[in-house]
């Protein structure tokens, strides 16, 4: 059994939700699971003393949010030390052109390397639109932003483009990637053993 940390920052709740997907699975396959809602979050203490990190967040306008941009900093001690995966969630990666998934992924590369971080995986997930979240600018962007994108989305205001057993797929592969690391301690003594 190892421990994972899957934290996440979610705006209208598609991350969370896929955060939570992938806390359950790993729980399933018998991993000890913490997770940390980055926005909400009243304490991080111990965060750090785990195997392996997944970090979740989404796009709104282009950037992720700053509340994970500071948590990426101020775990990038264990984030270097750990395999680690980046699960950037987008419209964009739902979108049929890769012109605009390879822009996203662009994106998520400049996030990571601007915060020292470089994780084993970025895997992009398609997000959701859920109007009822959202109130009329916000509503009127994101249809915007699906049309300029070639996204599709149903009249009814809720399209969620999330493939979960993709995503289910992720977490065995990155279980499996974790696997094969040799661990490494966190601090400098045991680290010169
Ligand atoms: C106001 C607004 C701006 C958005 N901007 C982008 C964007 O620039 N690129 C993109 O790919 N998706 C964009 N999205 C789509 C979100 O990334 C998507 O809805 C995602 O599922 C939101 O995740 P969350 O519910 O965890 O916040 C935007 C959504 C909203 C509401």
Excluded at 50 to 56: S, V
Excluded at 96 to 123: L, M
Excluded at 125 to 142: F, K, P, Q
Aim: glycine letters at 4%.
């Amino acid at each position: 059994m190892l421990r994972y940390l899957v934290a996440y920052a979610s705006r209208e709740g598609q991350t969370e939700k896929v955060a939570h997907h992938v806390a359950r699975r790993l729980e399933d396959d018998g991993q000890l699971v913490r997770l940390i809602d980055i926005k909400t979050h009243e304490t991080e203490a111990g965060a750090d003393d785990c195997d392996a990190m997944l970090i979740a967040g989404s796009i709104h306008l282009g950037q992720f949010d700053t509340d994970l941009a500071d948590f990426v900093m101020r775990h990038g001690e264990a984030l270097r030390r750990c395999p680690s995966a980046f699960l950037p969630v987008s419209l964009s990666a739902a979108s049929h052109e890769q012109s605009e998934r390879n822009a996203v992924d662009e994106i998520a590369r400049r996030f990571v390397a601007e915060h020292g971080w470089a994780p084993d995986v970025i895997y992009h997930v398609a997000g959701a639109i859920h109007d009822r979240e959202l109130n009329y600018v916000e509503r009127t962007v994101l249809h915007a932003i699906a049309e300029m994108k070639d996204v599709e989305r149903d009249s009814s205001g809720n399209t969620e483009f999330t493939d979960w057993s993709a995503l289910d797929e992720f977490v065995r592969s990155f279980e499996a990637l974790v696997q094969s690391k040799p661990r490494r301690s966190s601090t400098p003594a045991d680290s010169s053993v």
